[in-house]
């Protein structure tokens, strides 16, 4: 919204025109953010308060976590709020991959307000029904994904590209890719969703992912490095660190918010819009493995449940003391904040071997 008026400032004083450059929008996009989320949140806290917006605790899960309840949740809103006011604020509205990134967002913030809505209202941990949520979600990735494949104005690559090697890609075509987005996107909202479960736990990872991606999007939006670093050129990527910056400054005012103990949760509408909003940027960059790798805590998370539910099926027994598996260190003894902590230096861990893929290939 600002770049109509940076230009037209420009023309008076040629020094308006550093507010144009990527790396500068990209701070101001993540301070805003920031702004917003740190000047909010303790109004939006207060107003879920009043308005009885509460958690309501599984019956069946761990017992330090009954002291969670009637903390204030679909802090998810606030999120998505200060995210998506910060890039249309500083974001290129002729990019395309702007609005797709806002769509995603609001599509699967849609689904995730939906499932919190039903659970206040229910006074239970159940909300939308599994199916009715993978429909919504499913909705959501055909729609990213036919867009994504057929975007006359910034086409994508289809091939896949296999991290750590220099030349070795995977042929998927237009129908493979929106094959392949539909199940990136699925399941990384998901993930994001199965890992919510701690104060903090699920925001930092998707911070420092969000992070490892905005490098990608600036090498691949800019010529001259993505030749140096043998990567695609993706013209318009770069707009992506833009998008990457915001979110860190969304993710971080929540942060202040939701760290232990914290004062709210983001609830259904955060992790699941989240996690695609993940998802479609990688998709976007041409680095969905490396989203799995750098992932990982998610994908663990899931796996643990996956693993739980269709072993007890089997046998009718646990390998896990509970599912997801931040849940079986709880019951192990762990403390919460050590959890949390462990698994953002594993999340942190990942993310740079993941960057180091940059060179090592």
Known sequence: MFLELISFLTEFDPGFSVLQYLTVRAVLAMLAALFISLTLGHFFIARLQQYQIKQVIRADGPETHLSKAGTPTMGGVMIL?????????????????????????????????????????????????????????????????????????????????????????????????????????VGSSNAVNLTDGLDGLAIMPVILISGALAIFAYIGGNYNFANYLNMPFMPGTGEIFVICAALIGAGLGFLWFNTYPAEIFMGDVGSLSLGAILAVIAIIVRQEILLFIMGGVFVAETLSVMIQVGWYKRTKQRIFLMAPLHHHFEKKGLSEPKIIVRFWMITFILVLVSLASIKIR
């Open 81 to 185: 709020f200060s995210f998506i006011v910060s890039i249309l604020i500083w974001g290129d509205w002729h990019n395309t991959y702007l609005w797709m990134i806002i769509v995603t967002a609001l599509i699967f913030g849609g689904v995730g307000f939906t499932d919190d809505y039903l659970k206040i209202v229910k006074k239970s941990s159940d909300g939308l029904s599994a199916k009715h949520k993978i429909l919504g979600q499913s909705l959501g990735a055909v729609i990213i994904g036919i867009w994504l494949v057929n975007d006359p104005h910034q086409p994508i690559p289809t091939d896949l590209l296999v991290p750590f090697f220099k030349d070795w890609t995977i042929p998927l075509g237009a129908a493979g890719l929106a094959v392949l987005s539909y199940f990136v996107i």
